[in-house]
């Protein structure tokens, strides 16, 4: 197995880089620019020329214009931008392409690349603008680099390779024909509006060149593989064959990312062919490495793997690894972000920090080359916003033998096309889905499409627009694993097939829409059809609400959620702490009150933190209820009992300032007259008592009976009874606290008293409780009222 970092390459890396430190001592420093200015040279090649050691540097005037260079078998420094011959730095680059000193291809009238190395050299190129290279019918328009001897290195730094022409390479090409071989891109390097006749347009590297963009402010961006090339045209951004490895990890270039807005025919931002490795690993803090914004004419705007031959079992093939990536809006007829070619044994790889080594294989190892420090508030992972311009295409389609697995990815708002997954072609292989995202997606036919099942592992499905009865289709006699998700698509089923479910298909501690309807076989266990309770469905937040049947739900699980969290988090049920679905919840809500409280941070059948409840007689106490509510999806509640209850529930105590008021909704379905509920206060620890009899007054939604005897909250006391007004809508009630509230710490508390006087009490659901809000410090009426009169008059006051 070839590892693409390899033991060898490192420590080739490692003796060249000893030779460069043993040799500085004897560095010798050449200057370029015009002679009045005291340059040792006038032209670079010139200087090149008279190199010998391993270190020399030449320093380039920041005004300098030159002609094409040729490098042959050296080890350089060629740094630009100098101000003056004898200035100790290059003017800093901060987006001015004017402090580049300039390589200009247009000033050979011969069909060459701007820069042209050759044989065991490294070069190390800073501050340039390469430009205008046109390379007709042949390789590299920039800069073409063909490997000799033991290593071929090339590093960039604050380089703009742009507008350049050559049939493959476009900006680079880089032939790596030795063991150790690297194409290095630092900070500032910009490949930028390259065209390639046939593939390439940006980058193209070949043999066992291993690229390295991981740096901050990098980019592959506008570069065109020509997509009217039949017979070609792979490759918009970069293209890699052979035994190469491209580790990508920048986060783009000021926004953009990079790998961006890239066209071809086929693989508009990255075509991969034979043993190529790609791996999308994002390497700087709360950043993803990401492609983004290409197209292909054909197939793969994003991504696009083909292997050698079309043998089944060939042992050329590409690999796509992703470790915090993007591959977002990019479109194509088929496969708008990846498209991985028929007979590709491992098509298409997406993973999150998963080990993806096959001793099978000859891709070697997918781990990244440094930590992944993705540190997003989102997934890390997504495959979003891409559009498929065909009716029959996919978003990814994965061809006869591919294989494809996302893990920790939010696969978001594609749209159009017949598939989000299209697995369908030929025998196939099986899928993988763990921790992830499928929602707000569009398609014509079903989301997922397979000849060769698969496992959905921790999936929130929901939300998508799919044309099709179904929500999976198997095109085959083949098995299907779902466990820990939720699919929730009402008016689809989840599963479908052509012909009978033979193959196996297994939901374990699932939520799915249809769940008492599945196809009798498909085995089940702890499986149910309940609201999700998603947390804001309409604002694609599909976090779990407390109250969500998800949460607790299994015993077993992935340790992490789609967000990185860790899973397993007893909440309510210490016997099943695994939330199901993309997220596991953390905690609960924060106590609200006060200000506020509407009870819907909560699991049906719990209290607020801090609240308290007391009951006597047959009441069943105050609990969380989903029967009635104001604000979706909870209210407290306590029953309407046949029998004598007295039931209380009190807030935490609370500091007022000065002039509180509290409002609240309320509806009521009481035995009138007979059963009723009041409000009450306690003032500086003192009893509770009447929110009236303590001074309060109701500015709204005040008592509207007077209580019967035989009841323990007392004969002819002023109460709420009977029917809500409007009968099942909510009543508002606002009353403003007593004045002897004001600086104190207070509780307030509903009670509610039922008596025997209707044994069956059929039809009275009893007290519910929404919406409560107190304001702590109002400013100072402009009259206060005492007893009903103004005291600034003394006259009656008709109203408040």
């Known amino acids: 197995m070839l590892l693409r970092l390899s033991t060898a390459r490192i420590l080739c890396a490692m003796l060249l880089l000893n030779l460069l430190l043993i040799e500085s001592v004897s560095a010798a420093f050449f200057s370029v620019g015009s002679p009045s200015d005291g340059c040792q040279f006038s032209d670079l090649q010139a200087a090149i020329n008279a190199t010998a050691g391993a270190t020399d540097e030449i320093h380039v005037l920041v005004d300098y214009v030159g002609k094409p260079i040729r490098v042959n078998g050296k080890s350089l420094h060629i740094f630009g ?30 069909n060459n690349p701007v820069i042209i190395i050759t044989g065991q050299s490294s070069v190390d190129l800073r501050n340039f603008l390469v430009i205008n290279g046109h390379n007709q019918g042949s390789n590299g328009g920039g800069i073409s680099f063909i490997s000799g001897g033991n290593f071929g290195h090339l590093e960039l730094h604050a380089v703009d390779v742009a507008h350049n022409l050559a049939d493959k390479g476009g900006g680079i090409f880089f032939n790596g024909t030795t063991a150790a071989d690297d194409l290095v891109l630092y900070d500032s390097s910009i490949i930028e509006f390259n065209t390639a006749n046939d ?40 293209q890699a064959l052979d035994s190469t490895r491209a580790d990508i990890g920048s986060a783009g270039y000021n926004g953009n990312a990079v790998i961006d807005h890239n066209h071809a025919r086929y693989g508009g931002g990255i075509a991969l062919h034979d043993d190529a490795v790609a791996v999308l690993a994002g390497a700087v803090p709360a950043t993803q490495a990401r492609v983004e914004h290409n197209d292909a004419t054909v197939s793969g705007g994003g991504v696009y793997l083909v292997p050698t031959g079309n043998t089944f079992g060939n042992s050329h093939y590409p690999a796509l690894c992703g470790f915090g990536y993007g591959i977002n809006g990019n479109s194509a007829s088929d496969g708008a972000a990846i498209y991985a070619e028929k007979d590709d044994f491992l098509g298409g790889i ?14 070697g190892s997918c781990a990244p080359i440094m930590p992944v420090v993705c540190a997003l508030a989102g997934p890390c992972n997504t495959i979003n916003n891409n559009s498929v311009t065909q009716p029959s295409g996919s978003v990814i389609t994965v061809q006869q033998n591919g294989y494809f697995a996302a893990e920790r990815a939010s696969l978001s708002r594609n749209l159009d096309g017949a598939h989000l997954l299209d697995l369908s072609d030929g025998i196939g292989a099986p899928f993988s889905l763990k921790n992830a995202l499928l929602a707000s997606n569009g398609v014509d036919s079903t989301l997922i499409d397979t000849t060769a099942g698969g496992v959905i592992d921790s999936c929130t499905i929901t939300n998508n627009d799919i044309g099709a009865a179904s929500v999976i289709l198997l095109e085959s006699d083949v098995s299907l694993t779902l466990k820990n998700s939720i699919v929730w698509q009402p008016g689809k089923t989840t599963l479908a097939a052509n012909g009978p479910f033979t193959g196996g298909a297994n939901f374990t501690d699932a939520i799915v829409t249809d769940g008492a309807t599945l196809d009798p076989s498909v085995v089940v266990s702890n499986v149910h059809s309940s609201d999700p309770l998603f947390a804001g469905p309409n604002s694609s937040n599909y976090h779990l609400q407390l109250v969500s049947p998800a949460v607790d739900y299994a015993a077993a699980g992935v340790t992490v959620d789609l967000e990185g969290n860790h899973r397993g988090k007893s909440l309510l049920r210490p016997n099943t702490p695994f939330d199901i679905g993309a997220y596991e919840r953390q905690n609960f809500a924060p106590v609200t009150f006060p200000n506020d409280e509407n009870f819907d941070e909560l699991d ?48 935490p105590p609370f500091h007022v300032n000065r002039y509180g008021r509290l409002s609240f909704n309320q509806f009521f ?75 104190q710490d207070v509780q307030v508390r509903w ?15 009893g007290y519910f409780l929404d919406d409560i809000h107190v304001d702590l410090d109002r400013p100072p009426p402009d009259k206060i009222f005492m007893n009903g009169f103004d005291a600034a008059v003394g006259a009656k006051s008709a109203s408040p």
């Open 81 to 110: 931008g100098y101000p003056a011959c004898d200035a100790p730095a290059p003017v800093p680059f901060a987006g001015d392409l004017s402090v580049f000193s300039t390589l200009d291809g247009s000033l050979d009238s011969a």
């Open 199 to 238: 593939a390439g347009g940006g980058i193209r590297i070949q043999g066992h060149t291993h690229l390295i963009a991981i740096s901050p402010q990098t980019t592959i961006s506008n570069n065109t593989a020509d997509p009217n090339q039949a017979n070609d045209g792979r490759g918009g951004g970069l």
């Open 350 to 363: 997406i993973g999150d920090l998963v080990d993806l080594t096959d001793e099978s294989s000859s891709q």
């Open 604 to 651: 049906a059948g719990t209290l607020p933190q801090g609240w308290t409840a007391a009951t006597a007689g047959a009441s069943s106490g105050w609990v969380v209820s989903r029967d009635y509510y104001d604000s979706t999806p909870l209210a407290a509640n306590t029953g309407d009992p046949a029998g004598i209850s007295d039931s209380t529930l009190a807030t």
């Open 669 to 743: 379905r009481l035995e009138p007259n007979f059963d009723g509920a009041v409000l009450e206060i306690k003032i500086r620890g003192s009893e509770f008592q009447d929110i009236v009899v303590a001074g309060g007054q109701f500015i709204a939604g005040g008592y509207n009976g007077t209580l019967a005897p035989g009841n323990p909250l007392g004969a002819g006391r002023a109460i709420w009874t009977g029917d809500t007004p409007g009968f099942l809508s909510y009543q508002a009630v606002v009353v403003d606290l007593p004045m002897a509230a004001n600086g």
């Open 751 to 765: 009670r509610v008293g039922t008596n025997a006087t209707n044994p069956s009490n059929v039809g009275y659901a």
